[in-house]
């Protein structure tokens, strides 16, 4: 029989959240009930749930960054146990043939992955994201959570951490290098963390320095404001890498310019509009300018132990259901440092609205 549960859904693009009950399954051979303990607030929720995105399949919860434990599991499941500490991502199936979910990739699935939300999953039905007290999920898509780590400073990490962990990884960052994270959010307070531990000089880039003692904090060498007179000039040539964490139109050329030749730009920030770009910029020098989203299955847990085995942890704060549409409007403002979470504990009480 279908497990139902509390949810906080969206009826529409500009509708505020309601209470409401949904289904989950009940867990096939292999799959795994978890109880949610706490779900990260993301932009890409935001962005999918305002139809900023293409349209979506309301009534929806999203959510993608979920924290809980094992309540039940299936016939078959080897990898869990009830009691587990664990977290899902983005991601809650895929074909598993393939030749990129064989190399653990299953984001890049060739034959199409199925998301925590808005996405058709196996059963026909539309995935319903981690705003909710529980999830059913294939135990190929859950991860171990540390005991080191706390529920709710985890949850993040299951996209904030991977989305930032994986360019860092596939460019093999080494001590010494000089790394450049470009904007101080959800997204760039967790590369910060990141890179400073595989031992780069980090700077943050931003346009004041109004958020330079939290850089510091975090790890980086330094801030310096991109809107100084002169910066583009007196800072050219000068990183290794640049993690670009922008959601918001910006001068890839001048960008491109702070570079080492052979130098990496990597972006994990999605702005709406197009960019123009000069493709001198890449071949003089012989830079790179890459892209990355989020990570497979094994990197995302590679990400979480080392996380935890360097203490790294996102900065947040927990917000009870009924200020989920407050907390959007500080995500948007840029007014949350660094990151929301909503505790799942406060669904107890709540009463069902729609």
Known sequence: MPITVKALQK???DQPF?????????PREDDIVIDIKAAGICHSDIHTIRNEWGEAHFP???????AGVVEAVGSKVTKFKVGDRVGVGCLVNSCGECEQCAAGFENNCLNGAVGTYNSKDVDGSITQGG???????????????????????????????ITTYSPLARWKVEPGQKVAILGLGGLGHMGVQIAAAMGAEVTVLSRSLKKA?????????????????GFFTEHRGEFDLILNTISAPIDLDAYLGLL?????????????????????RLIGGGKVLTGNNIGGIPETQEMLDFCAQNGIAAVIEKVGIDEADAAYERVVAGDAQFRIVIDTATFDDAEVTA
Request: aromatic share 6%; charged share 25%; proline share 8%.
């Open 11 to 13: 009826f529409g693009p």
């Open 18 to 26: 309601k209470v409401t009950e949904i289904e989950r399954r009940d």
């Open 60 to 66: 929806l919860a999203v959510g993608h960054e979920i």
């Open 131 to 161: 705003y909710a007290q529980k999830v059913t999920v294939n135990e190929r898509f859950v991860l171990r959570i540390p005991d080191a780590m706390e529920f709710d400073v985890a949850a993040p990490l299951l996209c904030a951490g």
């Open 213 to 229: 003692d939290a850089a510091k904090e975090l790890g980086a060498y330094r801030t310096l404001a991109t809107t100084e007179e």
């Open 260 to 280: 080492k030749p052979r130098g990496i730009m990597s972006v994990v920030g999605l702005p709406p509009e197009t960019l123009p770009l000069h493709l001198n």
